[in-house]
Structures are given as structure tokens and as C-alpha cells.
């Protein structure tokens, strides 16, 4: 992926989830996004012991170059241990509807269907059963993966050693190879607390826009997140915040946990 100084000012939701031109500045926009070109992804291989997530958020947004009769993967991973090639993921699937795949207990497809190249979305995809679109949920039961971060092998994984990625299929082999077209920005992944989209963005003069991640919810009497496990309590030691802002270093995790990604 390559850096790109352009960023999502806003977005809304119709029946057909097309949002609504960057250009309206708020205090709050995102300064980098990353542009993968589709043959490009990030990934990260965990060593030693084989952390499990159960318990989850990931955030991010994006928007696509190429969507029509192709799958846009946003985050794979295994959902099983070295001995298994199990694997989850969320995407666009070809017939456009958001997809979060999970091969052993089977796929939710949206209904609503994702057509829109011009503009921003933004995705939340949340252990509480919940998928979120601009900050409304689209649905609340669904089975979401978990998560296997540790070191599997070549075999396992076709050409590429890593055990979990952004913007491509695990595994990645020459018959699944789903790379996403498009830009990325502010991609989050919370480690130990399952989160709604109140606690990533806001609605301001009806529009739904970045709002930093800190822990706190612009709900009223919303749980704050903290003291969570590894160096930022409101991250867990698994999570990670790509911005995008460096350009020599896309895969740099800004969370202080040194999650970084290549």
C-alpha cells in the first residue's frame, strides 16, 4: 500500500449505503489514508504462544476504487490453532453486500448492498454481535470469528507467512487471492472490549464523522474502556491503530503497543 494525504470528511447511510462526498470540514477529519492498489496488503505474524481473541472491536474506514463482481477483503485471519486452516475474514463480497465469513459455523451477507466508489465508509465489526455502518447498526446477532494471531506455516498460508491481514485473503493462494481495491484510513483493533460505533465517530449536523478513539462513547452513561491488558489499557496487548502517516512505515502501530505491521 502507498500513503495517500487524502481523508474522509464524512459519509451517511441510504438503503443502499452510499455516502456522501469528502469536502465537509469538521475539527475532527482524518488526516492519512492508505491506497492499496490491489495486489498489495499489510500483515503481521505473532510469535510464540497462540493468542486467542475472543472478545474484539475493529474499526476502520474506507473507500473503494473497484467494488462490481469482486471480493474486497478488509481483515482475514485463522480462526484455529497451527493444525487447522480454518480461516474468517470481512469483506465485500462480489455481490456487493458486507460479509463477515467465519468457516465454521457459516457467513452473514448484508442485505443492504455497498455500490458507492466516490465516498467514505465507515465499518465496525464488534464481538457484542454487532456490525456498524456510519454509526448505525445494520445488524445484532451476528456469529463474529475469533481471531488466531499466532505463527502458522508456509504451508498452511500458500505464499505469504503471516497470520493475520489487511487488505487481502488468508490464505493467500493463487485460487483465493482477494485483494482490496481502494483506500484505508484509521483502521483500529481493539483487544478485550466489544464496542459499538459510538465510541469511533459522532454525528454532527446529521453528518457521521471520525471522532478520535479514546475510550469513551458519545452515549450518555456508556462504559469508558480501560485498564485493559499491555502498554495502553484502552488497546489490549493485541490491538493496534494504523493512521497511515508515515510514509516509510504504513504498518506503524500509533496505539504505544508496537503492534506493528510490514
Same mark, same amino acid.
Given at each position: 500500500?502507498?500513503?495517500?494525504?487524502?481523508?474522509?470528511?464524512?459519509?451517511?447511510? =441510504?438503503n443502499? $449505503?452510499?455516502? #456522501?462526498?469528502?469536502?465537509?470540514?469538521?475539527?475532527?477529519?482524518?488526516?492519512?489514508?492508505?491506497?492499496?492498489?490491489?495486489?498489495? $496488503?499489510?500483515?503481521?505474524? $505473532?510469535?510464540?504462544?497462540?493468542? &486467542?481473541?475472543? &472478545?474484539?472491536?475493529?474499526?476502520?474506514?474506507?473507500?473503494?476504487?473497484?467494488?462490481a463482481?469482486?471480493?474486497?477483503?478488509?481483515?482475514?485471519?485463522?480462526?484455529?490453532?497451527?493444525?487447522?486452516?480454518?480461516?474468517?475474514?470481512?469483506h #465485500?463480497?462480489?455481490?456487493?453486500?458486507?460479509?463477515?465469513?467465519?468457516?465454521?459455523?457459516?457467513?452473514?451477507?448484508?442485505?443492504?448492498?455497498?455500490? =458507492?466508489?466516490?465516498?467514505?465508509?465507515?465499518? %465496525? @465489526?464488534? &464481538?457484542?454481535?454487532?456490525? $456498524?455502518?456510519?454509526?448505525?447498526?445494520?445488524?445484532n446477532?451476528?456469529?463474529?470469528p475469533?481471531?488466531?494471531?499466532?505463527?502458522?506455516?508456509?504451508?498452511?498460508?500458500?505464499?505469504?507467512?503471516?497470520?493475520?491481514?489487511?487488505?487481502?485473503?488468508?490464505?493467500?493462494?493463487?485460487?483465493?487471492?482477494?485483494? #482490496?481495491?481502494?483506500?484505508?484510513?484509521?483502521?483500529?483493533? #481493539?483487544?478485550?472490549?466489544?464496542?459499538?460505533?459510538?465510541?469511533?465517530?459522532?454525528?454532527?449536523? *446529521?453528518?457521521?464523522?471520525?471522532?478520535?478513539?479514546? *475510550?469513551?462513547?458519545? %452515549?450518555? *452513561?456508556?462504559?469508558?474502556?480501560?485498564?485493559?491488558?499491555?502498554?495502553?489499557?484502552?488497546?489490549?496487548?493485541?490491538? @493496534?491503530?494504523?493512521?497511515?502517516?508515515?510514509?516509510?512505515?504504513?504498518?506503524?502501530?500509533?496505539?504505544?503497543?508496537?503492534?506493528?505491521?510490514?
Amino acid at each position: 500500500p502507498s500513503s495517500d494525504p487524502n481523508a474522509p470528511n464524512q459519509d451517511s447511510v =441510504d438503503n443502499t $449505503y452510499t455516502g #456522501i462526498p469528502s469536502g465537509w470540514l469538521t475539527d475532527n477529519v482524518i488526516d492519512y489514508s492508505a491506497f492499496f492498489d490491489g495486489s498489495s $496488503y499489510l500483515g503481521k505474524t $505473532y510469535s510464540g504462544s497462540t493468542p &486467542t481473541l475472543s &472478545t474484539y472491536t475493529f474499526s476502520l474506514w474506507v473507500k473503494f476504487s473497484f467494488i462490481a463482481q469482486q471480493e474486497n477483503t478488509l481483515l482475514s485471519f485463522k480462526t484455529t490453532g497451527d493444525n487447522g486452516n480454518e480461516s474468517g475474514s470481512f469483506h #465485500i463480497n462480489p455481490s456487493n453486500s458486507l460479509t463477515v465469513y467465519y468457516q465454521n459455523t457459516g457467513t452473514y451477507q448484508s442485505s443492504q448492498l455497498f455500490k =458507492d466508489t466516490l465516498t467514505w465508509y465507515h465499518l %465496525v @465489526f464488534s &464481538t457484542n454481535s454487532s456490525v $456498524y455502518v456510519n454509526g448505525q447498526s445494520i445488524s445484532n446477532s451476528v456469529s463474529m470469528p475469533p481471531i488466531v494471531l499466532g505463527h502458522h506455516t508456509s504451508s498452511e498460508e500458500g505464499n505469504a507467512n503471516a497470520s493475520i491481514k489487511i487488505g487481502d485473503w488468508w490464505p493467500r493462494t493463487s485460487s483465493t487471492n482477494y485483494p #482490496i481495491n481502494g483506500h484505508m484510513a484509521n483502521v483500529q483493533l #481493539i483487544d478485550g472490549a466489544a464496542l459499538d460505533a459510538s465510541y469511533f465517530g459522532e454525528t454532527v449536523e *446529521g453528518n457521521w464523522i471520525h471522532r478520535p478513539y479514546d *475510550g469513551t462513547s458519545t %452515549v450518555e *452513561g456508556a462504559t469508558p474502556v480501560s485498564g485493559l491488558s499491555g502498554t495502553n489499557d484502552k488497546y489490549g496487548t493485541n490491538g @493496534f491503530y494504523l493512521n497511515f502517516a508515515d510514509e516509510s512505515n504504513l504498518g506503524k502501530d500509533v496505539s504505544g503497543n508496537g503492534n506493528d505491521w510490514t
